[in-house]
């Protein structure tokens, strides 16, 4: 058996298996360690705290199940990659809970991203994967025979929350803020597309989940299926959940079949940044992929 952790800057995941893979735990908790700090390129005291409960309470599964400490593996993204005081925040997760977290780069993070996703979704043509974090969004152009481009940016939720999310429901002049700030950020990807042409939009769990799961609770009143690791997503369900989404407060968006409080706020930018997407590089499909870098670093460990 081994543990997989995942240490976003909004999220912690974690994934236990067997020896067969099969899955035994698998759970998302709220640590939001970018929060307050992620702009400053800290880790703030509080985040440290929320980091380690969450830590603490993985560690409690874990025990649970008898795992060694040489088979969990542990991998940090954008908030700890970005941070000043990163070392102080490891030593002190190793010191409280006793996991060695291995800080990834970007790059290494959309290899491992696309190695989950290949697990869920087919890939024939063009696509560009887009996983959605709090700290970085990661792009990966590929095809059936693999990664053909790849790149991560730190424009991820919570650094775009703490720059133009400023009234609920945010203005129009915040939007407008926001795209023309990830046009000059993304000019890469632009390249990147003019080069490849990509006509499908893979989206990594995360915010494309949420997306998901409020398409199946409009179109069939239940959630996703449990066993469902993959899906064509309709483009014109993206563009009614983005109006839907961008009209309603917070109170509203929670009050949506599907939604969960995890990713109430951020997913107002998140669809900002898909939009845009979408509409600059014509871009006229979309699947989703439950599968992202957890299931990458699951692939990465098999012995």
């Known amino acids: 058996m081994r543990a997989i952790i995942d240490l976003g800057t909004n999220t912690f995941h974690l994934l236990i298996v067997n020896d067969k893979d099969e899955v035994l735990l698998k759970i998302s908790n709220a640590a939001k360690i970018g929060m307050g700090g992620i702009q400053k390129g800290i880790i703030t005291p509080e985040g440290i705290e929320r980091a380690l409960k969450v830590l603490k309470e993985f560690k409690e599964e874990i025990t649970k199940f008898g795992i060694e400490t040489n088979q969990i593996f542990a991998f940090g993204t954008s908030a700890l990659r970005s941070a000043s005081n990163k070392q102080e925040v490891l030593d002190v ?36 994967i887009i996983d959605i974090g709090g700290g970085s969004v990661e792009f990966i152009i590929c095809n059936h025979g693999g990664i053909l481009w790849k790149q991560s940016f730190e424009i991820g939720g919570q650094r775009l929350m703490d720059m133009f999310y400023k009234s609920d429901p945010i ?72 109006e839907k989404l961008l009209t309603k407060n917070r109170e509203e968006r929670l009050a949506i079949p599907g939604m969960v409080e995890l990713r109430v706020d951020m997913i107002v930018v998140a669809v900002c940044l898909i939009k845009y997407i979408l509409q600059t590089f014509n871009i006229s499909k979309i699947k989703v992929s439950k599968f992202a870098m957890k299931e990458g670093i699951l692939l990465l460990t098999k012995s």
């Open 171 to 242: 203005s129009h002049n915040s939007i407008e803020k926001l795209t023309d700030y990830v046009r000059e950020k993304l000019l890469p990807l632009a390249n990147a597309c003019h080069q490849y042409s990509p006509t499908t939009i893979v989206g990594s769990s995360g915010s494309f989940d949420t997306l998901n799961s409020m398409y199946y609770y409009e179109e069939t009143g239940e959630g996703v299926p449990v066993d469902l690791t993959g899906n064509d997503y309709p483009i014109e369900a993206f563009y009614k959940a983005y």
């Open 93 to 128: 997760i190793k010191k409280e809970v006793d996991i060695e977290v291995q800080v990834i780069s970007g790059e290494r993070e959309a290899e491992l991203i696309y190695d989950g996703v290949k697990q869920a979704v087919t890939i024939s043509e063009p696509s560009l």
